[in-house]
Protein backbone atom coordinates (compact mmCIF):
# COMPACT_ATOMS: atom_id res chain seq x y z
CA UNK A 1 0.00 0.00 0.00
CA UNK A 2 1.48 3.33 -0.74
CA UNK A 3 1.78 6.16 1.63
CA UNK A 4 1.16 9.62 1.41
CA UNK A 5 2.01 12.67 4.36
CA UNK A 6 0.40 16.18 4.32
CA UNK A 7 1.40 19.49 5.67
CA UNK A 8 -1.16 21.98 5.69
CA UNK A 9 -0.29 25.86 6.09
CA UNK A 10 -2.66 28.56 6.92
CA UNK A 11 -6.61 29.08 7.31
CA UNK A 12 -9.46 26.58 8.43
CA UNK A 13 -10.35 26.90 4.36
CA UNK A 14 -6.51 24.91 4.00
CA UNK A 15 -6.95 22.53 6.21
CA UNK A 16 -10.41 21.55 5.00
CA UNK A 17 -8.79 21.40 1.65
CA UNK A 18 -5.93 19.24 2.34
CA UNK A 19 -8.27 16.70 4.50
CA UNK A 20 -10.72 16.57 1.22
CA UNK A 21 -7.35 15.64 -0.89
CA UNK A 22 -6.47 13.11 1.89
CA UNK A 23 -10.26 11.62 1.45
CA UNK A 24 -9.36 11.35 -2.40
CA UNK A 25 -6.09 9.31 -1.74
CA UNK A 26 -7.42 7.32 0.92
CA UNK A 27 -9.97 6.40 -2.01
CA UNK A 28 -7.31 5.47 -4.22
CA UNK A 29 -6.07 2.97 -1.59
CA UNK A 30 -3.20 5.33 -0.32
CA UNK A 31 -2.46 5.13 3.46
CA UNK A 32 -2.06 8.45 5.60
CA UNK A 33 1.06 8.87 7.68
CA UNK A 34 3.36 11.58 9.23
CA UNK A 35 5.15 14.22 7.14
CA UNK A 36 8.13 13.69 8.59
CA UNK A 37 8.11 9.67 7.37
CA UNK A 38 10.80 9.22 5.22
CA UNK A 39 8.87 6.06 4.09
CA UNK A 40 5.89 8.41 2.44
CA UNK A 41 5.82 7.61 -1.50
CA UNK A 42 3.62 11.44 -2.04
CA UNK A 43 4.17 14.23 0.15
CA UNK A 44 1.45 17.05 -0.27
CA UNK A 45 2.06 20.37 0.87
CA UNK A 46 -0.76 22.57 0.95
CA UNK A 47 0.76 26.19 0.69
CA UNK A 48 0.01 29.69 2.28
CA UNK A 49 0.44 32.96 0.34
CA UNK A 50 -0.80 35.41 2.91
CA UNK A 51 2.47 37.15 4.27
CA UNK A 52 5.55 36.55 3.20
CA UNK A 53 6.85 34.86 6.19
CA UNK A 54 3.60 32.43 4.58
CA UNK A 55 5.57 31.98 1.62
CA UNK A 56 9.04 30.95 3.04
CA UNK A 57 7.64 28.78 5.46
CA UNK A 58 5.63 26.88 1.89
CA UNK A 59 9.24 26.37 0.30
CA UNK A 60 10.78 25.77 3.60
CA UNK A 61 8.47 22.47 3.87
CA UNK A 62 8.68 21.98 0.25
CA UNK A 63 12.42 21.52 0.73
CA UNK A 64 11.72 19.48 4.47
CA UNK A 65 9.77 16.97 1.93
CA UNK A 66 12.48 16.49 0.00
CA UNK A 67 15.40 16.19 2.16
CA UNK A 68 12.97 13.49 4.11
CA UNK A 69 12.94 11.05 1.14
CA UNK A 70 14.49 12.20 -2.13
CA UNK A 71 12.55 9.35 -4.46
CA UNK A 72 8.86 10.50 -3.25
CA UNK A 73 6.63 12.82 -5.34
CA UNK A 74 6.03 15.86 -3.96
CA UNK A 75 2.82 18.01 -4.88
CA UNK A 76 2.59 21.45 -3.95
CA UNK A 77 -0.93 23.10 -3.75
CA UNK A 78 -2.53 25.89 -2.79
CA UNK A 79 -2.66 30.03 -2.99
CA UNK A 80 1.68 30.12 -2.79
CA UNK A 81 1.45 27.26 -5.83
CA UNK A 82 -1.35 29.55 -7.79
CA UNK A 83 0.51 32.93 -7.18
CA UNK A 84 4.04 31.52 -7.30
CA UNK A 85 3.75 28.17 -9.29
CA UNK A 86 7.73 29.27 -10.91
CA UNK A 87 9.13 29.14 -7.41
CA UNK A 88 7.08 26.44 -6.16
CA UNK A 89 8.14 24.24 -9.33
CA UNK A 90 11.55 25.36 -9.24
CA UNK A 91 12.38 23.77 -5.92
CA UNK A 92 14.54 20.42 -5.91
CA UNK A 93 11.92 17.29 -6.09
CA UNK A 94 8.67 18.75 -6.54
CA UNK A 95 6.54 16.54 -9.35
CA UNK A 96 3.26 18.43 -9.63
CA UNK A 97 2.10 21.81 -8.83
CA UNK A 98 -1.64 22.86 -8.98
CA UNK A 99 -3.41 25.65 -6.93
CA UNK A 100 -6.40 25.94 -5.69
CA UNK A 101 -8.20 24.12 -8.24
CA UNK A 102 -8.35 20.56 -10.03
CA UNK A 103 -7.44 19.66 -6.35
CA UNK A 104 -10.17 16.74 -6.65
CA UNK A 105 -7.43 15.41 -9.94
CA UNK A 106 -4.30 15.17 -7.78
CA UNK A 107 -4.27 11.34 -7.82
CA UNK A 108 -4.56 10.74 -11.53
CA UNK A 109 -2.33 13.66 -12.67
CA UNK A 110 0.33 11.40 -9.91
CA UNK A 111 -0.48 8.45 -11.97
CA UNK A 112 0.37 10.12 -15.60
CA UNK A 113 3.96 11.47 -14.57
CA UNK A 114 6.94 9.24 -15.46
CA UNK A 115 8.61 8.17 -12.17
CA UNK A 116 11.63 7.78 -14.34
CA UNK A 117 12.25 11.40 -15.40
CA UNK A 118 12.10 13.43 -12.62
CA UNK A 119 10.30 16.76 -13.58
CA UNK A 120 8.25 19.21 -12.38
CA UNK A 121 4.41 19.61 -13.92
CA UNK A 122 2.65 22.62 -13.23
CA UNK A 123 -1.32 21.72 -13.89
CA UNK A 124 -3.06 24.59 -15.36
CA UNK A 125 -3.57 27.63 -12.73
CA UNK A 126 -6.05 29.70 -15.13
CA UNK A 127 -9.17 31.75 -13.22
CA UNK A 128 -11.72 29.66 -11.79
CA UNK A 129 -15.29 30.41 -12.34
CA UNK A 130 -16.99 27.61 -10.32
CA UNK A 131 -17.34 26.35 -6.56
CA UNK A 132 -14.86 23.23 -6.82
CA UNK A 133 -17.04 20.56 -5.19
CA UNK A 134 -14.35 18.52 -2.31
CA UNK A 135 -16.54 17.02 0.00
CA UNK A 136 -15.02 15.72 3.26
CA UNK A 137 -17.25 13.57 5.33
CA UNK A 138 -14.32 12.30 8.13
CA UNK A 139 -11.72 14.56 9.82
CA UNK A 140 -9.63 12.50 11.47
CA UNK A 141 -8.45 13.48 14.85
CA UNK A 142 -10.62 15.79 15.36
CA UNK A 143 -14.20 16.60 17.08
CA UNK A 144 -15.86 19.05 15.08
CA UNK A 145 -16.79 18.68 10.92
CA UNK A 146 -15.36 21.56 8.99
CA UNK A 147 -17.65 22.55 6.04
CA UNK A 148 -16.41 24.57 2.95
CA UNK A 149 -19.26 26.66 1.68
CA UNK A 150 -17.92 29.27 -0.30
CA UNK A 151 -14.57 30.21 -1.64
CA UNK A 152 -12.36 33.15 -3.13
CA UNK A 153 -12.98 36.81 -2.57
CA UNK A 154 -14.27 40.14 -4.25
CA UNK A 155 -12.98 42.42 -2.09
CA UNK A 156 -9.39 43.34 -3.58
CA UNK A 157 -8.52 44.68 0.19
CA UNK A 158 -5.31 47.09 -0.73
CA UNK A 159 -2.93 44.29 1.52
CA UNK A 160 -3.88 41.40 0.20
CA UNK A 161 -3.30 38.30 -2.42
CA UNK A 162 -6.00 36.09 -1.62
CA UNK A 163 -8.51 37.42 -4.47
CA UNK A 164 -5.45 36.58 -6.89
CA UNK A 165 -4.50 33.13 -5.34
CA UNK A 166 -8.12 32.14 -4.55
CA UNK A 167 -10.45 33.67 -7.76
CA UNK A 168 -13.44 35.93 -7.29
CA UNK A 169 -16.07 34.96 -4.91
CA UNK A 170 -18.06 31.77 -5.66
CA UNK A 171 -20.84 29.48 -3.55
CA UNK A 172 -21.59 25.78 -3.11
CA UNK A 173 -25.30 24.86 -3.78
CA UNK A 174 -27.72 24.82 -0.99
CA UNK A 175 -28.52 21.18 -2.06
CA UNK A 176 -24.89 19.79 -1.42
CA UNK A 177 -24.38 21.75 1.05
CA UNK A 178 -27.20 20.40 2.85
CA UNK A 179 -26.24 16.85 1.74
CA UNK A 180 -22.58 17.08 3.08
CA UNK A 181 -24.17 18.48 6.46
CA UNK A 182 -26.43 15.25 6.57
CA UNK A 183 -23.02 12.91 6.16
CA UNK A 184 -20.84 14.87 8.36
CA UNK A 185 -23.77 14.53 10.91
CA UNK A 186 -24.02 10.99 10.28
CA UNK A 187 -20.64 10.42 11.32
CA UNK A 188 -21.53 11.73 14.65
CA UNK A 189 -19.53 14.88 14.68
CA UNK A 190 -21.67 17.37 17.09
CA UNK A 191 -20.64 20.54 16.05
CA UNK A 192 -20.13 21.53 12.20
CA UNK A 193 -17.61 24.74 11.18
CA UNK A 194 -18.51 26.72 8.45
CA UNK A 195 -15.58 28.23 6.32
CA UNK A 196 -15.33 30.30 3.56
CA UNK A 197 -12.43 32.75 2.23
CA UNK A 198 -15.30 35.45 1.93
CA UNK A 199 -18.13 33.48 3.92
CA UNK A 200 -20.20 36.59 4.80
CA UNK A 201 -20.43 36.74 0.51
CA UNK A 202 -21.97 33.67 0.45
CA UNK A 203 -24.78 32.98 -2.15
CA UNK A 204 -24.72 36.27 -4.00
CA UNK A 205 -23.46 34.40 -7.15
CA UNK A 206 -26.39 31.63 -6.85
CA UNK A 207 -29.48 31.48 -9.06
CA UNK A 208 -31.24 32.25 -7.69
CA UNK A 209 -29.45 34.51 -5.35
CA UNK A 210 -29.31 32.75 -1.43
CA UNK A 211 -27.43 34.28 1.74
CA UNK A 212 -25.48 33.10 4.82
CA UNK A 213 -27.85 33.39 7.06
CA UNK A 214 -30.74 31.38 5.17
CA UNK A 215 -27.90 29.05 4.96
CA UNK A 216 -27.68 28.41 8.54
CA UNK A 217 -31.41 28.62 9.02
CA UNK A 218 -31.21 25.95 7.09
CA UNK A 219 -28.66 23.89 8.19
CA UNK A 220 -30.52 24.44 11.71
CA UNK A 221 -33.62 22.83 10.48
CA UNK A 222 -31.80 19.45 9.59
CA UNK A 223 -31.89 16.48 12.29
CA UNK A 224 -28.97 15.47 13.57
CA UNK A 225 -27.30 18.84 14.20
CA UNK A 226 -26.12 19.99 17.58
CA UNK A 227 -23.86 22.91 17.00
CA UNK A 228 -23.09 25.12 13.84
CA UNK A 229 -20.53 27.79 14.08
CA UNK A 230 -20.13 30.63 12.04
CA UNK A 231 -16.47 31.26 10.78
CA UNK A 232 -15.29 34.76 9.71
CA UNK A 233 -17.95 37.78 9.19
CA UNK A 234 -17.33 41.08 8.08
CA UNK A 235 -18.82 43.58 9.80
CA UNK A 236 -20.88 45.44 6.85
CA UNK A 237 -22.23 41.46 5.72
CA UNK A 238 -24.12 40.82 9.34
CA UNK A 239 -27.40 41.21 8.99
CA UNK A 240 -30.33 40.85 11.28
CA UNK A 241 -31.50 37.53 10.25
CA UNK A 242 -28.01 36.51 11.46
CA UNK A 243 -27.95 38.17 14.50
CA UNK A 244 -31.44 36.35 15.64
CA UNK A 245 -29.55 33.00 14.63
CA UNK A 246 -27.20 33.88 17.13
CA UNK A 247 -29.10 35.14 19.70
CA UNK A 248 -32.55 32.55 19.72
CA UNK A 249 -31.12 29.57 17.54
CA UNK A 250 -29.70 27.55 20.78
CA UNK A 251 -27.95 25.25 17.85
CA UNK A 252 -26.12 28.52 16.28
CA UNK A 253 -22.82 29.04 18.74
CA UNK A 254 -22.55 32.24 20.53
CA UNK A 255 -19.58 33.29 19.00
CA UNK A 256 -18.78 35.40 16.05
CA UNK A 257 -15.62 36.52 14.91
CA UNK A 258 -15.33 39.56 12.95
CA UNK A 259 -12.57 40.90 11.36
CA UNK A 260 -11.84 44.47 12.50
CA UNK A 261 -8.02 45.11 10.63
CA UNK A 262 -7.62 48.55 12.19
CA UNK A 263 -9.28 50.87 14.28
CA UNK A 264 -8.46 53.87 12.08
CA UNK A 265 -10.81 55.23 10.22
CA UNK A 266 -7.47 56.70 8.12
CA UNK A 267 -6.03 53.33 7.84
CA UNK A 268 -9.27 51.14 7.25
CA UNK A 269 -9.81 54.29 3.70
CA UNK A 270 -6.87 53.07 2.56
CA UNK A 271 -6.79 49.02 3.50
CA UNK A 272 -10.23 49.20 1.15
CA UNK A 273 -12.15 48.45 3.57
CA UNK A 274 -16.11 48.09 3.49
CA UNK A 275 -16.56 50.12 6.73
CA UNK A 276 -15.40 52.44 9.27
CA UNK A 277 -15.29 52.15 12.85
CA UNK A 278 -18.47 53.79 13.64
CA UNK A 279 -19.92 51.15 11.20
CA UNK A 280 -18.55 48.20 13.59
CA UNK A 281 -19.40 49.84 16.97
CA UNK A 282 -23.17 50.29 15.74
CA UNK A 283 -22.85 46.13 14.85
CA UNK A 284 -21.18 45.32 17.88
CA UNK A 285 -23.71 47.64 19.47
CA UNK A 286 -26.74 45.41 18.31
CA UNK A 287 -24.90 42.14 18.85
CA UNK A 288 -24.47 43.06 22.47
CA UNK A 289 -28.18 44.10 22.89
CA UNK A 290 -29.59 40.97 21.69
CA UNK A 291 -26.65 38.43 23.11
CA UNK A 292 -24.96 39.38 26.91
CA UNK A 293 -22.36 36.61 26.61
CA UNK A 294 -21.34 36.55 22.96
CA UNK A 295 -17.60 35.86 22.17
CA UNK A 296 -16.18 38.00 19.80
CA UNK A 297 -12.86 37.69 18.13
CA UNK A 298 -11.57 39.92 15.69
CA UNK A 299 -8.15 40.29 12.77
CA UNK A 300 -5.78 42.87 13.53
CA UNK A 301 -3.33 44.24 11.25
CA UNK A 302 -0.07 46.12 12.89
CA UNK A 303 2.30 48.12 10.60
CA UNK A 304 -0.09 48.99 7.79
CA UNK A 305 2.12 51.90 5.43
CA UNK A 306 0.95 55.33 6.64
CA UNK A 307 0.16 53.72 10.23
CA UNK A 308 1.72 56.59 12.70
CA UNK A 309 1.51 55.56 16.68
CA UNK A 310 -1.13 58.07 16.33
CA UNK A 311 -3.26 56.05 14.12
CA UNK A 312 -2.00 53.22 16.01
CA UNK A 313 -3.22 54.28 19.53
CA UNK A 314 -6.64 54.74 17.88
CA UNK A 315 -6.71 51.85 16.89
CA UNK A 316 -5.32 50.35 20.23
CA UNK A 317 -8.07 52.82 22.48
CA UNK A 318 -10.84 51.40 19.76
CA UNK A 319 -10.09 47.59 20.63
CA UNK A 320 -10.03 48.09 24.45
CA UNK A 321 -13.05 50.03 24.29
CA UNK A 322 -14.80 47.15 22.42
CA UNK A 323 -13.55 45.07 24.84
CA UNK A 324 -13.23 41.38 22.20
CA UNK A 325 -12.45 38.36 23.84
CA UNK A 326 -9.48 37.45 22.16
CA UNK A 327 -7.63 39.07 19.57
CA UNK A 328 -5.63 37.37 16.73
CA UNK A 329 -2.69 40.30 15.65
CA UNK A 330 -0.79 40.18 12.30
CA UNK A 331 1.98 42.59 11.17
CA UNK A 332 1.83 43.81 7.82
CA UNK A 333 3.67 42.33 5.08
CA UNK A 334 3.94 43.89 1.82
CA UNK A 335 2.98 41.89 -1.19
CA UNK A 336 3.61 41.95 -4.66
CA UNK A 337 1.59 43.10 -7.02
CA UNK A 338 -0.91 44.60 -4.21
CA UNK A 339 -1.53 48.55 -4.23
CA UNK A 340 -0.54 48.47 -0.74
CA UNK A 341 2.90 47.37 -1.29
CA UNK A 342 3.79 50.37 -3.66
CA UNK A 343 2.57 52.81 -0.39
CA UNK A 344 4.51 55.04 1.24
CA UNK A 345 4.99 55.10 5.09
CA UNK A 346 6.20 52.15 5.21
CA UNK A 347 6.81 51.25 8.95
CA UNK A 348 9.75 49.72 10.85
CA UNK A 349 10.15 46.00 11.83
CA UNK A 350 10.72 47.37 15.40
CA UNK A 351 7.32 49.40 15.39
CA UNK A 352 5.24 46.46 13.97
CA UNK A 353 6.85 43.97 16.79
CA UNK A 354 6.31 46.65 19.46
CA UNK A 355 2.48 47.20 18.20
CA UNK A 356 1.94 43.71 17.94
CA UNK A 357 3.46 43.19 21.40
CA UNK A 358 1.02 45.37 23.17
CA UNK A 359 -1.85 44.50 21.49
CA UNK A 360 -1.06 40.83 22.18
CA UNK A 361 -1.19 42.08 26.11
CA UNK A 362 -4.67 43.54 25.28
CA UNK A 363 -5.88 40.37 24.45
CA UNK A 364 -4.72 39.07 27.62
CA UNK A 365 -6.16 41.65 29.71
CA UNK A 366 -9.70 41.16 27.76
CA UNK A 367 -9.62 37.61 27.40
CA UNK A 368 -9.69 37.37 31.58
CA UNK A 369 -12.33 40.01 31.83
CA UNK A 370 -14.70 38.38 29.50
CA UNK A 371 -13.91 34.66 30.85
CA UNK A 372 -14.53 35.85 34.72
CA UNK A 373 -18.44 36.33 34.03
CA UNK A 374 -18.30 32.61 33.57
CA UNK A 375 -17.13 32.01 37.14
CA UNK A 376 -19.67 30.01 39.20
CA UNK A 377 -21.65 29.54 35.97
CA UNK A 378 -22.51 26.04 34.38
CA UNK A 379 -21.63 25.65 30.42
CA UNK A 380 -21.42 23.22 27.75
CA UNK A 381 -18.08 21.78 26.57
CA UNK A 382 -17.29 20.21 23.39
CA UNK A 383 -14.51 17.64 24.66
CA UNK A 384 -11.70 17.91 22.39
CA UNK A 385 -9.27 15.58 24.27
CA UNK A 386 -8.77 14.31 27.54
CA UNK A 387 -6.49 11.80 29.71
CA UNK A 388 -6.98 10.17 33.03
CA UNK A 389 -6.12 13.34 34.44
CA UNK A 390 -7.41 16.34 32.52
CA UNK A 391 -10.22 17.30 29.69
CA UNK A 392 -9.78 20.69 27.27
CA UNK A 393 -13.23 21.36 25.21
CA UNK A 394 -14.66 24.66 23.89
CA UNK A 395 -17.93 26.35 24.66
CA UNK A 396 -20.28 27.95 22.21
CA UNK A 397 -18.50 31.09 23.12
CA UNK A 398 -15.15 29.57 21.85
CA UNK A 399 -13.40 29.41 25.16
CA UNK A 400 -10.92 27.02 26.63
CA UNK A 401 -12.43 25.07 29.43
CA UNK A 402 -10.13 22.82 31.02
CA UNK A 403 -11.68 19.75 33.16
CA UNK A 404 -9.26 18.65 36.02
CA UNK A 405 -9.74 15.07 37.07
CA UNK A 406 -9.02 11.53 37.66
CA UNK A 407 -12.00 9.71 36.71
CA UNK A 408 -11.02 6.70 34.43
CA UNK A 409 -13.78 7.59 32.28
CA UNK A 410 -13.05 10.92 30.87
CA UNK A 411 -11.28 9.66 27.47
CA UNK A 412 -14.74 8.22 26.79
CA UNK A 413 -15.95 12.22 26.76
CA UNK A 414 -13.88 13.24 23.85
CA UNK A 415 -16.65 14.07 20.94
CA UNK A 416 -19.23 14.52 23.79
CA UNK A 417 -21.09 18.13 24.95
CA UNK A 418 -20.64 17.77 28.60
CA UNK A 419 -22.40 19.94 31.24
CA UNK A 420 -19.19 21.97 33.93
CA UNK A 421 -19.56 24.38 36.02
CA UNK A 422 -16.90 26.68 36.62
CA UNK A 423 -14.72 27.31 39.21
CA UNK A 424 -11.83 28.88 38.00
CA UNK A 425 -10.82 31.43 35.04
CA UNK A 426 -7.48 33.51 33.67
CA UNK A 427 -6.60 35.08 30.50
CA UNK A 428 -6.11 31.35 28.55
CA UNK A 429 -9.58 30.02 29.46
CA UNK A 430 -11.44 28.59 32.19
CA UNK A 431 -11.33 25.74 34.10
CA UNK A 432 -14.15 23.58 35.96
CA UNK A 433 -16.02 20.18 37.38
CA UNK A 434 -18.61 18.19 35.02
CA UNK A 435 -21.70 18.29 36.58
Known amino acids: MKRVAFHTLGCKVNQYDTDAI ?40 IRRAHKTNERAKIVVVGCFAQTSPEQASAISGVSLVVGTEDRG ?37 KTRGFLKIQDGCNQFCSYCKVPYARGLSRSRTKQNVLEQVRQITDQRYPEIVLTGVHLGGYG ?28 SVDPN ?82 IRNIGFSRLHVFKYSPRAGTKAASFTGQVSSE ?25 GKTVDVLVEQADQECAVGLTGEYVRVSIPTNLK ?7 DIISVKINQTDCSGIAGIPN
Open 22 to 61: AAKFKAHGYQLTEFDDPSADVYVINTCTVTNTSDRKSRQM
Open 105 to 141: RIVDLLDTLDSEKPHSVVENLGPTMEFEELPVVEFEG
Open 204 to 231: RDLNPEYSLSRIIHDITELDGVTRVRIG
Open 237 to 318: EIDSRLLDLVANNPKVCRHLHIPLQSGSDIILTQMRRKYLTRDFQAVVDRIRNQVATVGLTTDVIVGFPGETEQLFSETYDF
Open 351 to 375: EKDQRSAALLKLSDMMADTFHQQFM
Open 409 to 415: SSPEWVG
